[in-house]
């Protein structure tokens, strides 16, 4: 096909603007976030020794693979979230029945192996073992281990949340949250997935990602609340961090990635929070599926991928809807504020008006 050499042009410009943006504005934010990381895991690897010289049974997973962290997730450049992956679900078994939305519960397999769990004593009389009890626990011991810790004059429990979160250098928040690996198995509540009629992702990654399975975390379940469940405190939170990092990986996705958690973090950071990097993440995947070609995700593709992510973003604020990628009847807007939301799709649309209208607009972003 003959492409008009001032469309090449335009296309070239905007490949052009993007590397530049890539590589200033992008890359300084990364430098500036691995650095927090570097202290921040430092401090929660000081407090989490203290908590499994207390109790043997939270051990620490948070280790250093050359400066990147199993189970960190960064929220934003101020917000952290590290998984510590919980041993021994042996005797246990993952019930997912549809009834508790975005969660599943871990149910003793035989009355008789309760005393064979690890965990004993947060199983509840009709054998679950209770999310929240554990966490329950391990605020408890990670609040003593504050106190006692080496850098106990820079950090600080945050109280009046049933979280474990932590406030570092008065600048830094940190939530730590408890969990189980679910290798090896898939959830039935994500069971839709692939979409038969999408050829993305291939049937090689598919298999990779069912293999490496998913996260259950002890957590507050926003999908649950209000719904008076007898089942909620005991609840665990399906999370599939890994697999969704799986599946960007491959043409300029990850890449699409960092510029989208970027302009978020510069213009998106808004009153109410209606706009998270995991929302950037989340249309992304959808994205992936709209154009399911690889050389859809050529470099010189990235500002319409961008455009179309942000194109999506607006329907999902003006709709007051943003459908979880593996779950889509969790709604990642629930508990999010009508004004924050229409804020959020007012300023989306004046930056996506800018972009599809300025060939320049990301000397500016």
């Given at each position: 096909?003959?492409?008009p050499p001032e469309m090449m042009a335009a296309q070239s410009k905007l490949?052009?603007?993007?590397?530049?943006?890539?590589?200033?504005r992008v890359a300084n934010r990364k430098a500036q976030i691995a650095k927090?990381?570097?202290?921040?895991?430092?401090?929660?690897?000081?407090?989490?020794?203290?908590?499994?010289?207390?109790?043997?049974?939270?051990?620490?997973?948070?280790?250093?693979?050359?400066?990147?962290?199993?189970?960190?997730?960064?929220?934003?450049?101020?917000?952290?979230?590290?998984?510590?992956?919980?041993?021994?679900?042996?005797?246990?078994?993952?019930?997912?029945?549809?009834?508790?939305?975005?969660?599943?519960?871990?149910?003793?397999?035989?009355?008789?192996?309760?005393?064979?769990?690890?965990?004993?004593?947060?199983?509840?009389?009709?054998?679950?073992?209770?999310?929240?009890?554990?966490?329950?626990?391990?605020?408890?011991?990670?609040?003593?281990?504050?106190?006692?810790?080496?850098?106990?004059?820079?950090?600080?429990?945050?109280?009046?949340?049933?979280?474990?979160?932590?406030?570092?250098?008065?600048?830094?928040?940190?939530?730590?949250?408890?969990?189980?690996?679910?290798?090896?198995?898939?959830?039935?509540?994500?069971?839709?997935?692939?979409?038969?009629?999408?050829?993305?992702?291939?049937?090689?990654?598919?298999?990779?990602?069912?293999?490496?399975?998913?996260?259950?975390?002890?957590?507050?379940?926003?999908?649950?609340?209000?719904?008076?469940?007898?089942?909620?405190?005991?609840?665990?939170?399906?999370?599939?961090?890994?697999?969704?990092?799986?599946?960007?990986?491959?043409?300029?996705?990850?890449?699409?990635?960092?510029?989208?958690?970027?302009?978020?973090?510069?213009?998106?950071?808004?009153?109410?929070?209606?706009?998270?990097?995991?929302?950037?993440?989340?249309?992304?995947?959808?994205?992936?599926?709209?154009?399911?070609?690889?050389?859809?995700?050529?470099?010189?593709?990235?500002?319409?991928?961008?455009?179309?992510?942000?194109?999506?973003?607006?329907?999902?604020?003006?709709?007051?809807?943003?459908?979880?990628?593996?779950?889509?009847?969790?709604?990642?807007?629930?508990?999010?504020?009508?004004?924050?939301?229409?804020?959020?799709?007012?300023?989306?649309?004046?930056?996506?008006?800018?972009?599809?209208?300025?060939?320049?607009?990301?000397?500016?972003?």
């Amino acid at each position: 096909m003959l492409v008009p050499p001032e469309m090449m042009a335009a296309q070239s410009k905007l490949v052009y603007q993007m590397n530049k943006y890539y590589n200033e504005r992008v890359a300084n934010r990364k430098a500036q976030i691995a650095k927090t990381i570097h202290e921040v895991c430092r401090i929660v690897q000081d407090v989490l020794k203290e908590v499994e010289l207390q109790e043997p049974r939270f051990i620490s997973s948070l280790t250093d693979y050359n400066g990147r962290f199993d189970g960190l997730e960064v929220v934003s450049p101020h917000e952290f979230e590290i998984v510590i992956y919980l041993n021994q679900m042996g005797v246990l078994n993952f019930v997912d029945d549809g009834s508790l939305p975005g969660c599943a519960v871990l149910k003793l397999s035989d009355g008789r192996k309760r005393s064979m769990s690890l965990w004993v004593e947060f199983i509840t009389a009709s054998g679950y073992l209770s999310a929240r009890k554990i966490r329950s626990r391990f605020q408890t011991l990670v609040a003593q281990a504050c106190d006692k810790c080496s850098y106990r004059d820079c950090v600080k429990m945050i109280a009046e949340t049933t979280e474990v979160k932590l406030r570092i250098r008065e600048r830094y928040i940190v939530q730590i949250t408890p969990a189980f690996k679910c290798a090896g198995l898939w959830p039935r509540s994500a069971a839709h997935w692939p979409l038969p009629a999408i050829p993305w992702p291939h049937p090689n990654i598919v298999a990779e990602v069912k293999t490496e399975g998913f996260d259950l975390l002890s957590k507050e379940c926003l999908a649950l609340q209000g719904k008076n469940s007898a089942m909620e405190g005991d609840a665990w939170v399906l999370s599939f961090f890994e697999a969704e990092n799986r599946l960007l990986q491959g043409g300029c996705r990850r890449k699409c990635l960092s510029i989208l958690k970027t302009i978020r973090d510069r213009h998106l950071d808004l009153p109410g929070n209606p706009v998270t990097c995991y929302h950037m993440k989340t249309l992304l995947l959808y994205e992936c599926e709209k154009h399911p070609r690889e050389h859809e995700w050529d470099e010189t593709a990235i500002g319409d991928r961008i455009n179309g992510i942000f194109l999506q973003l607006i329907s999902s604020l003006q709709c007051r809807r943003c459908p979880h990628y593996f779950l889509p009847h969790v709604d990642l807007f629930k508990g999010k504020s009508p004004t924050a939301l229409e804020n959020a799709a007012k300023q989306v649309w004046r930056l996506t008006r800018e972009m599809l209208t300025n060939s320049r607009a990301f000397e500016k972003l």
